[in-house]
């Protein structure tokens, strides 16, 4: 039998909900909870809408009417892939209101991917849009469901078809189990397709509580979405969700630049938005000529990678905000910096765990004994929001989870004697030169303190002799020309051991990217074997 979902042992979950963590409480009372008390307030703004809670309150009410209309069943499995369009809110309330399990897939997925997510879910639908930054999702849609038997409906947001779904007439719907699946999110790993990640409505529910918490959110808050929203980092932390529960408008940014995002700064007052470390770098530099007025900005939250030192110090005086870090994984763990911490730590750790019952060890990759305090070692987690097994993936669960129920991070970190968490890398991302292990964050972090560096990617090449060497890729800053020898020098004379000294060094225009905007060390490998088979 395959197991779909691994729940928390009967005790634990216990505990959890006399804890307060677990409430009882769906995505879709939620919702309508909200639109109780801030009925007439906004609630999400795109392009030419501008909704209030009521409003989508009520379209996710005949959302959900019109998809079971159309003979989805609940507790089937819908491949939801949408852009940032305001639409993204009442389709997913829709389908969790009527008990269907979003399989979220991003933006820049294509065939092969979406293939796999309703292969693998056994996706009963799919949900796109039509063409959409000069791609036909539609259609990929229509051929991927054309391959897989499962899959009975595509639907098209922003068809003719669609908009009679969506005005549907409401109905009463019976609300599903809290403790049950709501979701199934992707796992950001580097290698092969992604797992999905079961997410209760009672696990996620109390991650987005304390990510509106911990990062300040109120009614008057201005929430900009500027990460595709599938992904789990602006869906709840805080994201979109985070800004709904705090009673916060969110703004659907269509595209991540500088030149888009600043706009919706100044036109709609954004207060706090959240970016990964590439895109903070641009927002960055961008900022010394824009003119747009970035005064409402309060908290920039970088995560998704880490942010290192060097870009972090960089935030506040260019952006004129409170930097706010955020380390986590669509599988549970969220870590803050909060918005009250020292300036030390908010620029040189990744923050403290959410809840006071996330479980936290540090461990040695090869034994899993724990490492002596500060030192560096693998980090395990477990706790009231972390997945205890992936979706219907019993062989990989029994390596990536321990025995206890203990989630192998594939994190490399060192924690701080006050319990913050500082990310030194990825276990895949470490670098085994000679024998001597190089860490590829702290590699880059030394490249990008250079003026005419923009970012940096530190990867690994075999070596005959060595068994791997390092080359560095890097992306220089406007105008800048830097050569190799040079950046090479400039690593060395910042006291670094010899062996932590770029062997390499390739200047790019830019660098490859997953769906959210991450540095895809994956092609970055990639096209270093393709040289490498070439010389």
């Not at 940032?84 to 809110?89: D, H, Q």
């Not at 409402?296 to 030192?309: F, T």
Request: charged share 25%; hydrophobic share 40%.
């Amino acid at each position: 039998m395959t197991v779909d979902h691994v729940p928390w042992p009967p005790e634990v979950a216990a505990r959890y909900r006399a804890a307060g963590h677990w409430r009882g409480q769906t995505f879709g009372a939620l919702l309508t909870s909200l639109a109780g008390t801030y009925a007439d307030r906004t609630a999400v703004v795109g392009g030419d809408s501008r909704w209030t809670f009521a409003e989508l309150d009520e379209r996710a009410h005949r959302i959900a009417a019109g998809l079971l209309a159309e003979g989805l069943l609940p507790g089937d499995r819908v491949v939801l892939q949408l852009p940032n369009i305001p639409e993204f809110l009442p389709v997913v309330f829709g389908m969790w209101r009527a008990g269907l399990l979003p399989v979220f897939a991003l933006p820049a997925h294509r065939e092969s991917e979406l293939r796999h997510f309703a292969s693998h879910s056994e996706a009963a639908a799919l949900v796109t849009v039509g063409t959409h930054d000069r791609h036909d999702h539609a259609a990929t849609a229509r051929a991927v469901a054309a391959e897989v038997g499962s899959v009975r409906r595509v639907l098209e947001v922003g068809s003719d078809a669609f908009a009679e779904l969506a005005a549907t007439a409401p109905r009463e719907l019976p609300d599903p189990d809290p403790e049950g699946v709501a979701f199934l999110q992707l796992s950001g790993g580097s290698t092969g397709l992604p797992k999905l990640i079961p997410r209760t409505h009672d696990d996620y529910l109390y991650s987005v509580r304390e990510s509106a918490r911990i990062c300040g959110l109120r009614p008057d808050s201005v929430h900009l979405a500027t990460l595709p929203v599938s992904h789990n980092y602006p869906l709840s932390s805080p994201g979109v969700l985070g800004a709904l529960y705090a009673g916060a408008a969110t703004v659907m940014a269509p595209r991540p630049d500088a030149d888009t995002a600043f706009r919706l700064i100044e036109a709609e007052r954004v207060t706090i938005t959240g970016v990964v470390p590439p895109l903070a770098a641009a927002w960055v530099q961008a900022a010394a000529r824009t003119e747009r007025d970035l005064s409402s900005l309060e908290v920039l939250l970088v995560g998704g990678a880490k942010c290192g030192r060097e870009l972090a110090e960089r935030i506040g005086p260019a952006l004129g905000c409170r930097l706010q870090q955020v380390f986590g994984m669509a599988e549970g763990l969220v870590c803050y910096t909060r918005l009250d911490d020292p300036e030390e730590t908010v620029l040189g750790t990744q923050g403290l765990p959410i809840s006071p019952d996330d479980e936290i060890r540090v461990v040695d990759p090869d034994t899993d004994a724990d490492v002596a305090p500060g030192e560096e070692g693998a980090l395990l987690t477990r706790g009231p929001y972390t997945i205890r097994g992936y979706y219907r993936a019993e062989e990989h669960n029994a390596t990536a989870f321990t025995e206890d129920g203990f989630y192998r991070t594939g994190d490399l970190v060192r924690r701080t004697p006050t319990g913050q968490l500082e990310v030194v890398g990825r276990a895949k991302e470490q670098i085994n030169r000679g024998g001597e292990k190089i860490a590829a964050a702290e590699v880059e972090n030394h490249l990008m303190a250079h003026p005419d560096v923009l970012d940096a990617a530190v990867v690994a090449v075999p070596d005959p002799y060595l068994g791997e060497r390092t080359c560095a890729y890097v992306v220089p800053a406007a105008g800048a020309s830097p050569a190799g020898r040079d950046l090479r020098a400039f690593v060395r004379d910042r006291g670094v051991a010899a062996f932590k000294v770029p062997d390499l060094v390739q200047v790019v225009e830019d660098f490859p990217v997953t769906g959210v905007g991450k540095t895809s060390k994956r092609e970055l490998r990639a096209a270093l074997a393709a040289l490498a088979r070439k010389e």
